[in-house]
């Protein structure tokens, strides 16, 4: 795999990924991807199941070669990774904090990290305890731990309620401004992060379409995958404003004689 450091021209730039492709016994599961992560930016990753996502993020953190392609990265990049589950060993009970040291991580931090994600009261609990929403917190804490450049969220409302996943995704951006770090989601739940972030890649083994939130929603490829009911249904994010956005997310003014 070609992963080389990025050149200092645009400090904000912590991920540059060109023609990611990867193939599975002749079969492509991406093909020549590309996709660009700055700082202070959320970023999420859609498509079907199958699509691809899961396959993507992993050549994004090195955990597995590509076919083809390259992906450059800032110098001295921290990554804080969420999976979208883990499994714990019932036979093994071990408590919240206990399982955050498990890195390292000396207490006064794990503490702290907690606190952030609001999930401090946990602390002393069995892990295999805590509620769905309670073990996001924790995992969530878990990745903070490393300080990150880059947060790496998959599926992380996998088991959370509604109004859990409310929630977690507004922690998810209080944390993004005040650690001023980049974020990359990816998530089924259509309703929530598409009113939430700043970019969407719309992902089905190639990147059938890319950018602002309204942008994508209307764009055919979109449509194709989802339908015109189900991005009505999610509620995919519209606003009244004076512009309007091409494909590629660029704003256009408009007339002030346009609806």
Known sequence: MNMTTLAATDPAVLIDARGLT???????ALDAVDLT???GELTTLI?????????????????EQPSAGTVRTA?????????????VDDALPITVRRFLALGGAPREA???ALREVGAAHVMHKPLQTISGGEMRRALLARALLRNPDLLVLDEPTAG?????QAELYALIN???REKNCAVLLISHDLHVVMAATDHVLCLNHHVCCSGSPDAVSEHPEYLALFGPKAAQTHAV????????????????PLQKDQP
Do not use: C, F, S, W
């Not at 079907?48 to 090195?62: E, F, S």
């Not at 009244?240 to 660029?250: I, L, P, Q, R, S």
């Open 22 to 28: 990867k193939r599975y016994g002749g079969q492509a």
């Open 37 to 39: 992560l700055r700082r």
């Open 47 to 63: 498509g079907p199941n199958g699509a691809g996502k899961t396959t993507l993020v992993r050549l994004l953190l090195g955990l």
């Open 75 to 87: 110098e001295g990049l921290r990554i804080g990774y969420v999976p979208q589950r883990i499994h």
């Open 110 to 112: 794990i503490t702290e």
């Open 160 to 164: 959370v309620d509604l109004n859990g």
């Open 174 to 176: 209080a944390v993004r």
């Open 237 to 252: 994010y519209t606003h009244h404003h004076d512009h309007t956005h091409t494909v590629a997310g660029d704003v256009v």
